[in-house]
T-cell receptor, first 114, second 115 residues
Framework: KAGVTQTPRYLIKTRGQQVTLSCSPI?????VSWYQQTPGQGLQFLFE???????NKGNFPGRFSGRQFSNSRSEMNVSTLELGDSALYLC?????????????FGPGTRLTVL | AQTVTQSQPEMSVQEAETVTLSCTYD???????LFWYKQPPSRQMILVIR??????QNATENRFSVNFQKAAKSFSLKISDSQLGDAAMYFC????????????FGDGTTLTVKP
């Protein structure tokens, strides 16, 4: 099976712009979680989707949003980018929310905001 | 809210020797899972080992084993016969049984393996 894929792998944007990141989970996986990784804040949970519904949300401003499609692919959007949004964004997928032991991470999207 | 603490920002070990990475967590839940992830410089996060809180037996995966002390809320990772490929950032993570889609991570420990 192919692993979790994320596109694009690298992205450069300027302040004020918006960006959309994509995550394709492992085939058959229905849960997708997103994390932001920065040197200063570490790994922080953004949100989690299951069957097209947001089930959990972390402590991020409303500029961060996401969605999940019927094929379980997920996108996250960041509007009005700030310098502090520069980070590695990771997504992880699992078969079911009730399968906490089987969560797999993608390679991440490196976002740089200038 | 759950918290995960890794008190060792950096550790080093000689090749073929053993190293232990520390992790403590705080939770009021009884149903949860603990993980160690490895993130090499290429950035792909890889699951190393996992432990269900209800299991008393410590998990083992080849050269990797954990010391799970539930009462002390401690979850350390032991790497035996360290190899150069073990060099990476290691993250300890907590996942609630009731909220399994969200993981709480520690700040990570950078492990250097010296030849």
């Amino acid at each position: 099976k192919a692993g979790v894929t994320q596109t694009p792998r690298y992205l450069i944007k300027t302040r004020g712009q918006q960006v959309t990141l994509s995550c394709s989970p492992i085939s058959g996986h229905r849960s997708v979680s997103w994390y932001q990784q920065t040197p200063g804040q570490g790994l922080q949970f953004l949100f989690e989707y299951f069957s097209e519904t947001q089930r959990n949300k972390g402590n991020f401003p409303g500029r961060f949003s996401g969605r999940q499609f019927s094929n379980s692919r997920s996108e996250m959007n960041v509007s009005t980018l700030e310098l502090g949004d520069s980070a590695l964004y990771l997504c992880a997928s699992s078969l079911e929310v009730s399968s906490p032991l089987k969560q797999y991470f993608g390679p991440g999207t490196r976002l740089t905001v200038l | 809210a759950q918290t995960v603490t890794q008190s060792q920002p950096e550790m080093s070990v000689q090749e073929a020797e053993t190293v232990t990475l520390s992790c403590t967590y705080d939770t009021s839940e009884s149903d949860y899972y603990l993980f160690w992830y490895k993130q090499p410089p290429s950035r792909q996060m890889i699951l190393v080992i996992r432990q269900e809180a209800y299991k008393q037996q410590n998990a083992t995966e080849n050269r990797f084993s954990v010391n799970f002390q539930k009462a002390a809320k401690s979850f350390s990772l032991k790497i035996s016969d360290s190899q150069l490929g073990d060099a990476a950032m290691y993250f300890c993570a907590y996942r609630s049984g009731a909220n399994a889609g969200k993981s709480t991570f520690g700040d990570g420990t950078t492990l250097t393996v010296k030849p």
